[in-house]
């Protein structure tokens, strides 16, 4: 019978110095590939990310629909909704499209806001509890509603707001406990 032999100390290999460790350049996910689509077209995706960048722009500090990665979470959003939002989102969708080709562009992710202004009429008139007759103004509506819920719910938009004053109950982003 063998004796154990007692375990040698294995020492850790010693810490490079700074100057020889490599340091790695960082690039953002959407910086180098293009996001995956849960459920609109590449068309219709275009239109949505205009869309949102006209009805909520920048607003001094604060993050518009683009920057807050809105248009990416509407796109998983409408994904898991009813087959009806799912539908009114196509159609509303594809009618901008439309309308842009109409102008003899490509679509209405190209548009400027004063070719946008006539499309986008319905959203002036007063709001009411009852929901517009017509889809397309149902749509604006929704997507104008959507897309503000979905940028002051951001972490990006929590971000900026972190240390300021506000309202009880406004920005209820969560940050991931560790």
Request: net charge negative; charged share 25%.
């Amino acid at each position: 019978m063998a004796t154990p032999q007692p375990a040698q100390a294995q020492s850790a290999p010693a810490a490079a110095p700074a100057t020889e460790r490599p340091t790695l350049d960082v690039t953002g996910l959407d910086s180098v590939g293009e996001p995956t689509l849960h459920f609109f077209t590449k068309d219709q995706f275009a239109a949505l990310r205009r869309l949102g960048d006209l009805l909520l722009p920048p607003n001094g500090s604060f993050p518009g629909a683009v920057a807050a990665e809105a248009p990416d979470f509407l796109d998983f959003y409408i994904s898991q909704s009813t087959s009806e939002h799912k539908q009114r989102y196509q159609m509303g969708l594809d009618r901008l499209n439309q309308e842009a080709r109409n102008r003899r562009l490509t679509g209405f992710g190209e548009i400027d806001p004063q070719q946008a202004a006539p499309l986008l009429v319905s959203l002036l008139e007063p709001w009411t509890y009852n929901p517009p007759k017509d889809e397309f103004a149902r749509f604006l509506r929704e997507a104008k509603d959507d897309f503000f819920r979905a940028t002051v719910n951001s972490k990006q938009y929590a971000d900026v707001q972190s240390g300021r004053r506000r309202g009880a109950g406004q920005n209820p982003y969560w940050h991931l406990l560790d």
